[in-house]
């Protein structure tokens, strides 16, 4: 079972965790950091036992006193430095009204986009310089994500470019992971695609390809359904977004309501 799979049935529902950056005393006293003691960290045992032996991607403190931020699989938990609690939930700060763990998760997502070479996408680019890119994990039967790909001319025309990675939703295996493959092993991908798209027939082929490696990329990025957009920023759009709505929350930076993805 995957690690998202694992933390969700292990640690159950979520909750909010709230925290006021102005709750500390003006007279606090100020660390000396010649005297400061180093960092604790978690104790990590009854976590690691939980998620059967999975090693975490990274460990920090929290932006909450005894609290440590532990990312495992893609997921960012908060532990107790007992490791006897873990928090799945959003750390919001008063203060400021940030929602510090979104900005987390943006963060991960960028850093595990970075690491991928757009050679290994799907890219449909404007004919000029782009003004934004947009990585977008795509279903070739989802039904928005026909539509969205049908408007691609739109897209390229607001000076968006589309980089696809392939998220079969049903699995590894599947006939929309067989077509996905397929479309990456022909010749002219991006033409492979626009008929997969419109539910054309695409010769059967096979090659080595990054479905399964984009497959589990999505998982681990909390993509649940598609298609999903993700921002330069690292934020995700998890559904169908028109043309002029994307272009203009790319330059206002606002996230609009997106359509809920539905079964073809």
């Known amino acids: 079972m995957h690690k998202v799979l694992l933390i969700a049935v292990a640690l159950g529902a979520s909750g909010v965790v709230l925290a006021a950056n102005d709750q500390k005393p003006a007279s606090a006293p100020v ?14 045992a009854k976590l690691q036992t ?42 919001l700060d008063l203060g400021s009204r940030a929602n510090l763990t979104d900005q987390r998760r943006a963060e991960l997502r960028g850093t595990a986009l970075n690491s991928v070479d757009e050679k290994d996408m799907v890219v449909f680019a404007p004919e000029g310089p782009a003004k934004h890119t947009v990585t977008v994990f795509t279903d070739i039967d989802c039904g928005y994500c026909r539509k969205m790909h049908s408007q691609m001319a739109a897209y390229n025309k607001e000076g968006i470019k589309i980089r696809y990675l392939l998220f079969p939703r049903e699995g590894l295996g599947s006939e929309s992971f067989n077509k996905a493959v397929s479309v990456w092993c ?27 490696a984009q497959y589990e990329l999505g998982q681990k990025l909390g993509v649940r359904g598609t298609p999903s957009l993700i921002l330069e920023n690292g934020e995700m759009l998890p559904g169908y977004v028109p043309p ?14 997106p359509v809920v993805p539905i079964q073809p």
């Open 31 to 44: 660390p000396n950091p010649a005297t400061a003691e180093a960092p604790k960290s978690p104790d990590l």
């Open 50 to 91: 939980t998620l059967n032996g999975a090693q975490p991607d990274s460990i920090r403190s929290a932006a909450i006193p005894g609290l440590y931020e532990v990312v495992v699989g893609g997921q960012v938990l908060y532990l107790s430095e007992d490791g006897q609690f873990v928090v799945q939930g959003d750390i």
């Open 186 to 212: 022909s010749d002219n991908r991006q033409e492979a695609m626009t008929k997969a798209k419109r539910g054309d027939n695409v010769d059967r082929k096979t090659c080595d390809n990054p479905v399964q």
């Open 244 to 257: 002029a709505q994307l272009t203009q929350l790319l330059a206002e930076n606002k996230t609009p309501k």
